[in-house]
């Protein structure tokens, strides 16, 4: 964290200043953990082991926090008979298909439920396998409203007991042998965690995107929460899971997305072949308790935000006019598409794929094949210039004359050259001004988006195909300065939404089914409530409270902590006097306290929902997820997850060793592979060849350099300070193969050979597991061929294997070989590479 | 009013002959147990100040490699940089974690149950001019482009400047340095074009995590004392101050520091002197020598006569 989010870090400084223990577990020695109290040293791709070892102690040793689980999570639901564990199943939970490689997930859920996601089909339509991710919308909780439970806990059948026994052998014995920790470092940690949570304090859990760059990504987090969940650290101030996110602003972007499968607010794409009216659609969509229940209300204020007056009740509100999935389009198969002519155009902005993506050459595979490609960037990166001077014009794998896509390189404006939002970690909205005019033609990406839809609106202006009527409805209409750039805050203006009066709305509860209502984004309502952009609020800190409400603004609601109706007991009492944060007001019967609720303001504890009750009307006064239609925070997900109700240890794509916790089952049995020629995967541990590549490499940041370069490989300032490509190794592997501190070596895997000067450090270590001695290589990703410094792309190395749930990459944890020199040219390296193949029985 | 040149002095700005009124003495204080090595501070010098990337070859500007020196690649406070982050690994025998009590030492391999116990350790530490309240390098420039300011803190003006290269071996810590091309002499001006503004110097603005703290130079010596015994409290013994005593042979930093371990393994002299100390004796001395030189040749004259 300190190395990437240098400035976020400084409140966990601030925190250890007033006595926080701060815990870093990395494969790497960085500079957070030059300043934690603790680092742990894991071996990459191995975190579900250990947190499900703190999770095994924390129930074995009983320092879970008892009332907050049996009244707070879905502890006490009971299982269905039909359901099986990893440990009856040798690794596979029930409903695996071997065939297709996916699982049939219903009897995950709880008995006598049917069970959806919170947004997604609700009917019985039988659903293609490999569309189900893609309809989940935002996952979440079950249709169910009262499902049976236990609440002793003692039900063999429900969560805490099958908790306990999924968890069982994950003891520090195990952790030892799988993760590389020592049991008395183990032992550190679970004591410091155990002490430190609880009614009088809490913890929080902070990740960076290298924790979900796994094929068993999503079920990293879902181990935190669960451990989270135990120990009573949601919802309550100094709590929490904390995303650090990729680079500025991802958080907006997935809020208001660039994601294919969702629409603002994480409201679900419609599909293609399912629900073909309006009607239907928020049907198959709408969860029956909680604030999924408004889903209409959402989802026709946005339609009206879209198409405005040419929205109405007799048209579906332009529903028709959306545009609709047919399948899996996520980044890779995209690519792949590219690469077999299925994708004629294609767009990059502030995106650097021909270095910043897995498997970098089958990138530029794909955008060769492209007819054209718009690249727009602060920088001629890369992507812009691959076909000219990339890794395969050099091997002659790719000739400049053959490649027909043509390239539109567009200068664009950097955030202090325009107006606009950052949304941060904390889901906070920050407003940034224009420091200064962007230089030359560089414009910013609002202005490029409204000029290019002013101008196909201009040309489709005439046009009787109904399939222009998308672009022809749409209201296009910002106000514009003297450059031509549009108003960013009347963007902002417009997400908020607008009632029937056309004034801004105060928040999503003040969204209409009918249409009275605009709203660009449900959940970013409120950020311009009474017509004031409340995202410029730059009161300081010492003149609020801790919370800071009057700093930005913070979606939903300007909450600060989500959930945070848990931080009272179910009476509404504060669990503690230190840590309270929100609580019920008897007397003015409404919830108060330092926060905002996250709850309906004036319903009471003792509330209990009347038969037929629905939305936030159905939400129990003791029932504080309230996007959970069972209110409930799940130790076990019974919907939603593709891979696993519960996280279980599998090991990487391509890992140095078996599992030793499922022997049977190595890695993760939904995770998703393309076997290309260009993507070949190294072999299992054990199997011939497997030791051709017998170390293990981790994708890292440095501080001063930004993602893969596109941002700082231009700026004078932050090259001299890391200048260029290196390759982090312990001294241990650098006697093992020869290499010396500043020299040149080179890394090889299938896929490809990057070179970089090796810095031989302490600070890298072996592992042993048990007889085995494991070397981790550190690879830094920001460099490239282009820009002031430059140096061999990270992403070369890698494969594309993902996590079947979200579709990301795993590019924290593989195999390959270390050789002292640099790599081979040209031709050469075509031939070096074969040959290692070759050697690995990847190739004849 | 002489100018001091030893010894504790309370106001350099007063002794230099600025009138009473004038602004209290400002520094730095750098408390490296909090520097997370972000080099914010180097990068919003070069930017505030104008300053070109010279890398680790501070003579070969153009040349971009790696020192393969930890995480330092620019080498050394120079004429184009006015603060360095100095990056020091070191394995370090393994300590009980006293600060929160974890319990068990750090096992010296990962994976292993026990052995040698060792830990690595990586300091990291931003470098500055000390703006001593005794500057030898102000005291030999022959042009008088070196001065004390209102402020406290010692400054080139660069177009007073005659590239004479005096100050560079004056300067106890090697901070001062000649640009090539230019010949000028440059380093650290505390922002002084930032303070006459109010506002503080670029480094301290960046530092995240406020390991690079400005203000006046009593409170900091205050808030100094302070972290050291907190430090102390808390398990951390080898937390001391460099450069804060104005009883050292400098008279005291303006920028001081809170260190983890020995300066010497910082790169900073572990007892520097104002090379000028010596120099009432010295000329006194000269002077001695050049009266008794005068006086055994006066001598030899009238002894001639004999």
């Known amino acids: 964290m300190a190395e990437a989010h240098p400035v976020g870090f400084q409140w966990v400084m601030e925190a250890k200043k007033r006595g926080a223990t701060v815990i870093h577990v990395d494969p790497r020695f960085t500079r957070t953990s030059a300043v934690a109290d603790l680092h742990v040293p894991i071996r990459a791709g191995t975190d579900i082991a250990f947190l499900g070892g703190l999770i095994h102690h924390v129930l074995d040793t009983g320092s879970y926090f008892e009332d907050y689980v049996r009244a707070y999570t879905n502890a006490p639901m009971i299982l269905r008979e039909d359901f099986r564990d990893t440990e009856d199943l040798d690794g596979l939970f029930s409903g695996f298909d071997p065939e297709t490689g996916t699982y049939d997930v219903s009897s995950w859920e709880y008995e006598g439920d049917d069970v959806g996601a919170a947004v997604g089909p609700r009917d019985d339509r039988p659903v293609a396998e490999h569309e189900r991710g893609e309809i989940a919308g935002s996952g979440g909780a079950p249709t169910s409203k009262e499902p049976r439970r236990d609440d002793t806990l003692q039900n063999p059948r429900c969560v805490f007991q099958v908790l306990k026994r999924h968890f069982a052998r994950y003891t520090p014995e195990m952790v030892h042998e799988v993760c590389g920790i020592s049991p008395e470092t183990f032992t550190q940690v679970a004591d410091a965690l155990t002490r430190n949570s609880g009614r009088e304090r809490t913890s929080a859990f902070c990740y960076a995107v290298g924790w979900t760059h796994h094929t068993v990504g999503v079920q990293y987090i879902r181990a935190a929460s669960i451990l989270q969940m135990l120990l009573g650290n949601i919802g309550r101030p100094g709590g929490g899971i904390l995303a650090l996110r990729g680079h500025a602003s991802i958080q907006g972007s997935t809020d208001i997305p660039t994601l294919f499968d969702m629409l603002p607010g994480y409201i679900p794409m419609p599909h293609a072949h399912r629900e073909q009216d309006l009607e239907t659609f928020i049907a198959a969509n709408t969860g029956d308790k909680g604030f999924w229940g408004n889903m209409d209300a959402y989802v026709v204020s946005l339609l009206k935000a879209w198409f405005g007056d040419a929205a109405t009740p007799e048209n579906d509100f332009c529903f028709d006019l959306l545009p ?54 602060l920088n001629m990166i890369e992507t812009a210039t691959f076909w000219k001077d990339g890794p395969e014009i050099e091997t002659g794998e790719m000739r400049t004359d053959d490649i027909g896509t043509e390239v539109f390189f567009l200068p664009a404006a950097a955030h202090s050259e325009k107006d606009g939002t950052f949304t941060n970690t904390q889901r906070l909205l920050q407003w940034h001004h224009k420091a200064v005019e962007p230089p030359g033609d560089c414009r910013s990406d609002l202005w490029f988006y409204y000029e290019i839809g002013k101008r196909i609106k201009a040309r489709l202006a005439g046009s009787t195909d109904p399939k222009d009527r998308a672009l022809q409805e749409l209201t296009w209409d910002y106000p514009v300065d003297d450059t031509g750039e549009p108003s960013a805050d009347a963007v902002l203006r417009e997400i908020n939404g607008t009632g029937p009066d056309d004034t801004t709305i105060g928040g999503y509860t003040e969204l209409k089914a009918d249409g009275s209502t605009r709203c660009g984004c449900w959940i970013y309502s409120g950020v311009y409530a009474d017509e004031t952009n409340q995202s410029m609020r730059r009161r300081p800190g010492r003149e609020q409270d801790l919370a800071a409400h009057e700093w930005g603004w913070a979606w939903p609601a300007n909450r600060r902590v989500l959930y945070n109706r848990a931080s009272a007991d179910p009476d509404g009492k504060p669990w503690s006097e230190r840590k309270k944060l929100v609580w019920w007001d008897a007397a003015g019967e409404k919830w108060t306290g330092g926060d905002v609720p996250d709850f309906p303001a004036t319903t009471a504890p003792d509330y209990r929902p009347p038969e037929g009750a629905r939305a936030a009307e159905a939400i129990g006064g003791n029932e504080p997820f309230v996007m959970q239609s069972d209110g409930r925070a799940w130790l076990h997900s019974p919907a939603g997850l593709l891979d696993g109700p519960m996280p279980a240890h599998y090991e990487p794509q391509e890992s140095p060793v078996s599992n030793a916790l499922y022997p049977r089952q190595r890695a993760n049995p939904a995770r998703q592979e393309f076997h290309r020629p260009e993507n070949r995967y190294h072999p299992a541990p054990g199997m011939p060849g497997a030791d051709v590549f017998p170390f293990v490499f981790t994708t890292f940041r440095v501080t001063e350099h930004h993602t893969a370069g596109g941002m700082s490989r231009w700026t004078p300032h932050l090259n001299e300070l890391m200048p260029e490509m290196f390759l982090e190794v312990s001294p241990e592997l650098a006697a ?109 | 009013m002489v100018n001091s040149l030893y010894g504790p002095l309370d106001d350099p700005s007063g002794n230099a002959g600025y009138p009473d009124g004038h602004p209290p003495r400002v520094g730095f204080f750098t408390d490296t147990s909090v520097c997370i090595g972000c080099k914010a501070c180097e990068v919003a010098c070069k930017e505030w100040n104008a300053l070109p990337a010279d890398g680790a070859h501070h003579d070969q500007p153009d040349l971009l490699d790696l020192t393969g020196m930890s995480y330092d690649n620019t080498g050394a406070l120079g004429a184009s940089t006015y603060r360095h982050v100095a990056f020091i690994e070191q394995t370090v025998p393994a300590r009980e974690s006293a600060t929160v009590e974890l319990g068990m030492p750090l096992a010296s391999l990962p994976g292993d149950g026990g052995g040698d116990a060792t830990e690595v350790r990586w300091l990291m530490a931003s470098d500055v001019c000390k703006h001593c309240t005794h500057a030898a390098c102000l005291d030999v420039c022959p042009t008088g482009a070196l001065i004390r300011t209102e402020h406290g803190t010692v400054l080139v003006q660069d177009d007073i400047c005659n590239g004479c290269g005096y100050c560079i071996p004056a300067c106890p810590y090697g901070v001062i340095d000649q640009r090539k091309g230019d010949g000028g002499a440059f380093k650290c001006t505390m922002c002084q074009d930032r303070l006459g503004a109010g506002l503080q110097p670029a480094c301290a603005t960046a530092c995240p995590t406020e390991s690079i703290q400005f203000g006046p130079l009593d409170e900091l010596r205050e808030r100094a004392a302070a972290r050291v015994e907190t430090l102390h409290e808390r398990g951390v013994p080898e937390a001391r101050l460099y450069g804060h005593d104005p009883d050292d042979g400098v008279g005291g930093d303006g920028a001081f520091f809170l260190l983890l371990d020995e300066p010497e393994v910082y790169g900073l002299p572990p007892d520097p002197v104002v090379t000028t100390r010596d120099l009432p004796s010295m000329w006194r001395h000269a002077a001695v020598a050049a009266l008794t030189v005068a006086a055994t040749v006066a001598a030899s004259f009238v002894g001639g006569r004999r």
């Open chain 1, 324 to 377: 609709r999935l047919t399948g899996d389009h996520s980044s890779f198969p995209t690519v792949m598409a590219q690469a077999h002519g299925e994708v004629p155009g294609y767009f990059v902005i502030g995106e650097n794929p021909a270095t910043g993506t897995a498997n970098a050459r089958q990138q530029r595979q794909g955008l060769a094949k492209l007819e054209w490609l718009v690249v727009r960037d």
């Open chain 1, 736 to 844: 093992l193969r020869g290499l010396e501190n500043g020299q040149w070596c080179h890394v090889v895997t299938a896929r490809s050979a990057i070179e970089g000067k090796a810095l031989v450090t302490e600070r890298a270590k072996p592992l042993r597991l048990g007889g085995t001695t494991i070397h981790q290589i550190g690879v830094p990703w920001h460099w490239g061929s282009n820009g002031l410094s430059t140096g061999d792309a990270a992403n070369e190395l890698l494969s594309v294997a993902l996590d079947p749930n979200v579709h990301i990459m795993e590019t924290k944890a593989a195999t390959c070989d270390i050789r002292p020199g640099r790599r081979p040219r040209g031709p050469e390296l075509v031939t070096f590479l074969a040959d290692y193949r070759w050697r690995a029985g990847l190739e004849t």
